[in-house]
């Protein structure tokens, strides 16, 4: 799989690997096995006698195999059983990982001098009582991406254990591994946990110093107290400890998307106030509203988002896992026989939900019942709509399926084993889209029954949402605080405040030390962030130091900026507005203009459009105002926080561009753009999303030519929306010089251009990267490439429902075939342009090409 490393461009040199076509890969493995063994046996010059098996296709273990090796490397094999392997008693390393095996054998008990044993990536469901209490000297095990739903109960009878690995498993359960006296680092992260045990962190003598146990449905700790490591897991029980009296807390994050006009707002509203409350069009939300409502059971957060385009852009900023995903649908305006209608108002909401947080919750509202000929088409309808998203559903299973089996029937399949684990991974995932609920939003017995049938959903799917936390007393009591903070007005009405402020504040009405208030206050402001009642960026350095009480404050802020009317907006600034930014009314013509013709915003008319919306809120604090909107010297939040989730990428308005200028060669060159060297009061921000066509990149561009190099970066099932919009901002940070399209952007390093473009034939999505043919060195062309590529890998990380592959197409003309890249992974220490030895490389239709055409390689 193409692993989603935190890649600089500087870094990317290196970083890939190319495979070489199926029908001309030399034999991986060597019919003189006896021979492969014995020269592949060497000693290292400190004792240990070592032996590399890895990548042979083996199927089970050869009897050839010197017993005394103390060394063993099997990865990536075709083993299913470990028969034999009781023979090895010298073993000290083993690596079985990236094979088949389901059984754990009996015979690992022999191997009484093992230290280190790696069998992650094999389909192990059980093992055996009776084998880890003869493993006394193992310290290292790593199980992980396997199918373990228990583990032994004689675990803890490994006593040398210091680093244990079962992430990617499906265990309820860890309570065995209580009692293991050396155990320093824990991994079980991605299991199906709800507890973990209080006894592997409360022990006198216990060695944690790492716990990693994110993704699992904890109840007790919750996962946002996971996150903060060992101490903050140690400082929880001890409060559970302190305070028996303990709270189990049912909040639900509920997100209202759908299309434009299709009644979320409505929905929302009339839950919240338990009667019909209609919403006139002028009053539609823009950008986000947050409510929350309270029942006896629940306390759910309403998350009412827009559906205009331009919002969704925005959307992934707030979009979180575990929450239940209410997806509303027109029902008057749907049409059955329209495929249009079905793509366009549920399945582009439900496919980019699964391809962001893969594992939601989603329940189908049908709305405007009312305006419906009669019962009869509402029921015709709901059918077709339920039809089709299982079917939906099952084609993408299918999908995935059928690319996992095209994998598997490589004639090298260990070069893809990393690809058919994010395919596993991916067919693991389990969207669940509940039936369709039709109601009449004007009824007041409508809306009783879609609160009730919400509540019904929420105890039913619990497991997926999460939506149970048990909570020490303390930690609601410090919850407490904040919103007595909030109401008592001493923290003010916009919300933004200090860390260590807030910290002073609650200190003064709680019985805490300062050091379990520290600890204490950044599992809530995590836990409350996830649910959406205040907003924490605690991985964004700069503002790490400040809390967001108030989230519909800093998305009105957003909204003043990424909106749907923004060019009216601009024409709309008065001049009062315009003189305290210093500008004159001409300018705010020119702002218009390039924002119509570049999507390009000045940062003069953000700042302008921001302190508008302060006014409206009636925010009077001068030097608040200046640290939301900024000064021509120092960005503010609001730019930070869109240059940061790549929203817009700086730029100047006036840039010169100068082909001929020094060349940025990742991992070579040490460059610093001239924005960073002196910040320019003519800048602004380019927002691709605001731009209509491609012309000015097709026009420096011209025509793709048969030579050119060319890369095409495939994703399963399709590329989510607003992906290529973020690409592109990614990509042209890279470098000073550089075009930008709507769906095009064209990259300038010295006297080469790079021209990064989404494509869709046939229904698969693709980003092609092309450069021109150089006349003699490769090696530039393909940095530049690579560095996009690097970036491409690290986006995609965000959405972990999205798999892709990368081809180069064979450059002969009309001829359909390609070469495959491999896994990207293991090779990230070596000289990629070395690896690929062959000086020409024939595809499966016969054409012959020079490899450095078809793959980095050094001319």
């Known amino acids: 799989m193409l692993h989603n490393k935190t890649l600089s461009a500087a870094s990317c040199s290196w970083f890939y690997f190319a495979r070489v076509p199926k029908q001309l890969g030399k034999p991986a493995f060597c019919p003189d096995l006896k021979h492969k063994v014995n020269v592949l046996i060497h000693n290292t010059g400190n004792s ?11 199927k089970s273990l050869p009897r050839e195999l010197l017993t005394h090796v103390k060394g063993l490397d099997l990865q990536r094999n075709k083993l299913k059983r470990m028969t034999g392997i009781s023979r090895f008693t010298n073993l000290m390393e083993l690596n079985l990982s990236r094979n088949k095996i389901m059984e754990f054998s009996q015979e690992m008990s022999n191997l009484c001098q093992l230290e280190s044993l790696y069998m992650n990536q094999n389909n192990i469901r059980l093992i055996p009582e009776g084998i880890f209490p003869h493993l006394r000297k193992l310290k290292f095990l790593k199980l992980s991406s396997n199918r373990l739903s228990k583990l032994p109960s004689d675990i803890n009878q490994c006593t040398s254990i210091t680093h244990l690995d079962l992430s990617k498993n499906c265990l309820q359960n860890i309570q065995p591994l209580v009692g293991l006296p050396k155990l320093k680092e824990l991994f079980v992260e991605k299991n199906q946990l ?25 109840r007790c700790p919750p996962e946002e107290v996971c996150v903060g490591g060992v101490m903050d897991i140690q400082s929880y029980f001890h409060q559970m400890e302190m305070n028996p009296n303990t709270h189990s807390a049912w909040t639900v994050k509920t997100m209202f998307l759908g299309s434009s006009m299709a009644g979320k707002s409505t929905l929302c509203r009339s839950l919240r106030e338990g009667k019909p409350m209609a919403v006139a069009v002028e009053d539609r939300t823009e950008g986000i509203e947050i409510s929350q409502l309270y029942t ?23 979009i979180t896992p575990r929450a239940l995903v209410i997806l509303t649908v027109d029902l008057a305006s749907y049409s059955i026989v329209d495929p249009d209608s079905f793509k366009d108002q549920l399945w582009f909401w439900i496919n980019n939900i699964q391809l962001r947080v893969p594992n939601s919750v989603i329940l189908l509202v049908g709305t405007h019942c009312d305006q419906c000929r009669d019962q009869e088409e509402v029921m015709e309808k709901k059918k077709d709509i339920e039809e089709k998203v299982q079917t939906k559903l099952a084609n993408r299973r299918m999908v995935l399926e059928r690319q996992k089996k095209n994998l598997q029937e490589n004639l090298n399949v260990s070069l893809f084993m990393d690809q058919l684990d994010e395919l596993d991974c991916l067919l693991e995932y389990n969207l669940k889209v509940l039936n369709l609920l039709a109601i009449d939003c004007t009824k007041t017995e409508d809306i009783a029954k879609l609160k009730s049938h919400i509540l019904t959903c929420i105890l039913s799917e619990n497991a997926f949402l999460c939506s149970e936390s048990i909570l020490p007393k303390s930690y609601e009591e410090v919850e407490q605080v904040i919103h007595s903070l909030v109401a008592l007005e001493e923290i003010p009405q916009h919300g933004i405040i200090l860390l260590e402020e807030l910290s ?8 805490l030390s300062r ?17 959406g009642v205040i907003i924490w960026y605690e991985d964004i350095s700069i503002l790490s130091d400040r809390v967001f009480i108030q989230p519909s404050f800093l998305i009105s802020m957003f909204k003043s900026i990424v909106r749907h009317d923004l060019v009216q907006q601009l024409e709309g600034v008065s001049r009062d507005l315009l003189m305290q930014e210093g500008a004159l009314v001409k300018q705010k013509f020119t702002w218009v203009d390039d924002l119509r013709c570049k999507g390009m915003l000045h940062n003069a008319a953000m700042r302008i459009l921001v302190r508008r919306e302060l006014e409206k809120l009636v925010v009077d604090d001068d030097d608040l ?10 960005k503010g939040i609001i730019l930070t926080l869109l240059q940061y989730f790549e929203v817009c990428l700086p730029t100047l308005v006036r840039s010169p561009l100068n082909p001929q200028a020094q060349d940025f060669i990742p991992g070579e060159t040490q460059w610093v753009s001239s924005r960073e060297a002196k910040r320019d009061p003519d800048e602004a921000c380019l927002f691709p999303i605001y731009l209509k066509d491609d012309l000015t990149v097709r026009h420096k561009w011209g025509e793709d030519k048969q030579d050119d190099l060319s890369v095409q970066v495939y994703f399963l099932p399709e590329i989510p929306h607003g992906f290529f919009h973020r690409v592109i901002v990614m990509t042209c940070s890279l470098y000073p010089t550089h075009w930008v399209g709507r769906e095009q952007c064209l990259l300038c390093c010295g006297n080469r251009l790079a021209l990064v473009k989404q494509k869709n034939k046939d229904g698969d999505w693709y980003i092609e990267i092309r450069c021109r043919r150089p006349e003699d060195e490769f090696r530039q062309s393909w940095d530049l490439i690579l560095a996009v590529m690097s970036k491409l890998f690290v986006l995609s990380g965000q959405w972990p429902g999205l798999t892709q592959q990368v081809h180069t197409p064979c450059p002969e003309r009309g001829c359909p075939h390609y070469f495959t890249w491999r896994d990207l992974e293991e090779i990230s220490n070596t000289d990629f342009y070395n690896l690929v030895k062959e000086e020409k490389l024939v595809c499966q239709g016969g054409h012959t090409r020079r490899t450095e055409l078809i793959f980095p390689k050094a001319k």
């Open 48 to 58: 240990w006698e070592e032996c590399d098996l890895s990548g042979q296709k083996l």
């Open 194 to 218: 709800t507890e973990l045990p209080s006894q592997l962190f409360q022990n006198s003598s216990c060695e944690l110093t790492v716990c990693k146990a994110t993704g699992n449905p904890l």
């Open 296 to 318: 006896q059971e629940v306390r759910f957060l309403l998350w009412d988002f827009a559906g205009q385009e331009e919002y969704y852009l925005t959307h992934h900023v707030f």
């Open 504 to 511: 002073g504040l609650i200190l003064n009405h709680v019985k």
């Open 515 to 531: 050091e379990s208030l520290h600890s204490i206050l950044r599992f809530l402001l995590r836990y409350l962030h996830r649910i």
């Open 625 to 634: 105002i200046e640290e939301v909107v900024g000064t021509k010297k120092e």
